[in-house]
């Protein structure tokens, strides 16, 4: 009876300490999950508050943006794959401040109308699409804006591998005092805008500014470095604008 009753008590012992290590072992478990389960909490909260910050700066640039203009008509959505507010703000202030007489823009739409209304002399518009720039042409009508070339230009196979815009629609171009490209689409190939560089050096006056959207994008932030390095007597500057904004201007 002795013998059954020690090996009772030595299987209860056991038993206990294998519990004792289960629950340590789910404990450690359940703390690493806890902390997983923290980080995912505090990642979401900063997304949150980023998104957040986003949207009230994109909602107070419109807001400023429509004060200015003062629209007549309605304007199509911003952001996505068209302008951001910021964006158009920033083309807005750019236009008032210097008075181009010649502005080219890559890529139509509502940031043509924001050009035009700004006090552009002229303006001229290049788009690979006639859907869109029929839009940006009738948009134009709306608003009763004038001074506005568009012109479609086809996608056709450039020396660098990529699409770019049909050259014998730019071959006229010159002495431009501000470059805005925001064109061809350029998510899929990271040098789709990249021959804005070669196409446009040598037709921009000595006092142009350029700007360039999405440099937050590896191709247009290559864009942006190597068009201020061809230009010695110019200077890179990066807007902390939601898909991020390159300005290249005099010293």
Known sequence: MEILNSLLLFLIFIGTLYCIRSLRALHGKLSKK???ISREINKLALDGKKLSMTVYRQTEAFIQLTNLLQFKSAIPPTRSWAASPDLLLFISETVKKNRPSLVVELGSGVS???TAKSGARKVVSIDNSEEFGGKTRELLREHKVRGVEIRIAPLQPYANGSEWYDVSTIKDLKKIDLLIVDGPP???NPE???PALREFKDKLSAKAVIIIDDVKRDGERK????FAKSLPNHTLTILDHEKGTAVISPR
């Open 223 to 226: 864009l942006a470095e190597d």
């Open 192 to 194: 789709a805008r990249y």
């Open 112 to 114: 043509t109308l924001v």
């Open 186 to 188: 350029g998510s899929k």
């Open 34 to 36: 806890s902390e997983q």
